[in-house]
């Protein structure tokens, strides 16, 4: 070979190795940016709902003033006697019993946008809590060799999630046969559509279709995640007694599913206590997950067993400890599913409940796997979802896939990730400004990468990479050091707000979920608008169950403000664009 061809070869070769090299460094770091993406997302979303349970007796407190007694009686022709459907109406008219022609017609309907009407809303709950109620807590099936069954995790009203799933793995039957294991509901636009079409195939193959109760699948969660909001939206006239009726469909779901005598399914894991026959003697529809309750709380340990179940996740170290990321259930170790397993003769434990990047997870030496239906959950692109199919040999089987209009760059779920967590950490200015403040002892606003680490980590508590995550949070000097105060350089808050305390606008954006639920609860028409007494009231009750400062000269006077007709009342999105909670990215210098 002439030296020249030789000499050219080798400088391919070398070319293509820098190349190669330089597209795995760069596939490297886009996944490291990935992931801490989805972890910020995680955390976040897991901080929210410990918020979330150590205020809902305040919020149970607020909504139990509602008139939520729903008759027992109601019946499909009481219903049909009282609301009419107008000609004008072109959406599926049901006739029950349903059938298959029905399902495929609300299939149908919702592909193309169309509201089911509420008289058959009304109607298809009515028969759902009926056949509900004669259904165990404990749902017992069996595989035989003529058929698999698909267990299906969080769809958060992802409707396009389970039409995909439909459309790849078919319709439920008696030859197919479906277990969703909780969380249908909250996040998602499209939670009634996904709830009025597992209820229908429900009530068409009772023996086939089988539901689990999942965390979200209780009124006080719905009142913060979103499902009310939608069902209010959507059903504006009757929303209220739907509402109250899909409160007492959810508390008569079963609480766990058992194939073949060695397959646990259930919403969110076990504990050490954990007691499956307990469990299945229980009146389940008087335990919710509220401990404001009277009624459901006359027994602790029933409380707890619901808890455990529905909202525990599984590590890898052994032992139970207390779930503090998300503030109920707890953590369970190996030794614990090899414990329950070997009191109940099981032999895998499949549970949702977690977003997992690939739909899927198996832990505990292959006995726990966590299935999660939901994909681009919390943006687009950012996980693929999956479902499991079981074969008589209890072998499962993963099917992934990923609902995608448009695929997003790592940078777009990045941004929206860190946007997030910029919120998060302006909710805690005061108390970060203070851990700070601990490390700097000549007040030179000024402390090492790891002392900024760590106050970060002791006040959010969001097991992140701080580190990490440092160049896009943190401002660093030149002889690296964190310029601690930078991490509030890009949260500015909007008019009006700059006339009220600052301590007032950063409690205000820390409880800005809470505030919505309550604007929720007092809106009792859904009109967008509660009078400014009411609001008064409520925030006084609220400020004092949390202990926190009232501030009521400022508040008053931004609440006054915004009462633009000078009515005595205030829309409650022109409150909270007041605070502008979605901070203005600006840069320092306008800051």
Known sequence: ????????????????????????????????????SLSIFQSI???????????????????????????????????????????????????????????????????NEQLLHARYVLQLLCETRRVLKEMPNITHLSTSYSKEITVCGDLHGNLDDLLLIFYKNGLPSEQNPYVFNGDFVDRGKNSMEILIILFAFLLIYPNDLHLNRGNHEDYIMNLRYGFTKEVSKKYKDHGKLILCLLRDVFSWLPLATIIDSKVLILHGGISDTTDLDFLNALERSKFIQNLGNEENTSSTFCYLQILDILWSDPRSQNGCT?????????????????????????????RSHEFKPEGYEISHDGKVITIFSASNYYEEGSNRGAYIKLNPELIPRFVQYQV???????????????????????????????????????STGRI????????????????????????????????GEADYMSCFYDLKIGQPTK?????????????????????????????????????????????????????????????????????????????????????????????
């Open 499 to 591: 006339e009220v305390q600052p301590a007032l606008v950063e409690t205000l954006c820390r409880y800005r979920r809470d505030l919505e639920i309550i604007f929720n609860i007092i809106d009792k028409d859904h009109s967008g608008l509660i009078s400014l007494e009411e609001f008064g009231q409520t925030w006084k009750l609220f400020a004092s169950h949390l202990g926190i400062d009232m501030y009521d000269e400022s508040l008053d006077k931004l609440v006054l403000s915004i009462d633009y007709n000078k009515d005595g009342h205030i829309d409650f999105n022109e409150f909270l664009e007041a605070f502008h909670v979605v901070h203005r990215l600006e840069k320092k210098a306008n800051s």
């Open 1 to 36: 070979i002439p030296l020249g061809t030789r000499s050219s070869r080798g400088d391919s070769i070398r070319a293509a190795i820098l190349i190669q090299n330089w597209y795995r460094f760069t596939k490297a770091r886009l996944e490291t940016r990935r992931r801490y």
């Open 322 to 350: 207390p779930n503090k990321s998300r503030g109920g259930g707890c953590y369970f170790g190996p030794d614990v599913t090899a414990k329950l397993f070997e009191r109940y003769n099981l032999k895998m434990l499949i």
């Open 45 to 111: 979303e897991y901080a929210d709902e410990q918020d979330q349970l150590q205020v809902c007796n305040f919020h149970f407190f607020l909504y139990k003033q509602q008139d939520l007694v729903v008759d027992e009686g109601l019946s499909l022709t009481e219903f049909e006697n009282k609301i009419d459907v107008p000609d004008s109406y072109y959406g599926p008219r049901l006739s029950f019993p349903l059938t298959v022609e029905d399902a495929n017609a609300l299939l149908h309907a919702f592909r």
């Open 448 to 479: 090492s990468v790891s002392d900024w680490a760590a106050a970060m980590e002791s006040v959010l508590q969001l097991e992140l990479p701080w580190r990490m995550l440092r160049a896009q949070l943190v401002q660093m000097t030149p002889n």
């Open 404 to 442: 995608s209009k448009y695929t997003r760059r790592v940078g777009t779920i990045e941004s929206s990730a860190l946007k997030s967590l910029r919120e998060k950490i302006y909710a805690h200015r005061s108390e970060l400004t203070s851990a700070f403040a601990q490390y700097d002892l000549n």
